[in-house]
């Protein structure tokens, strides 16, 4: 996990889900730009072909 604060008193939060080789399959991220905002949450899903 991946955390980042704000100046503003917010957080960026980063989860990297990872396959065995290191590859990430899935990211979600967390984002609430001041203490007084609601939370952001974007998931990302990664598929890989060979």
Known sequence: MLCMPSYLGGY?????????????Q????????????SVLTTTELFTYTP
Request: aromatic fraction near 8%.
């Open 26 to 37: 899935q990211s979600i991220t967390y984002h609430k730009r001041d203490s007084n905002s």
């Open 12 to 24: 960026t939060n980063t989860e990297t889900k990872l396959d065995f080789t290191g590859q990430p």
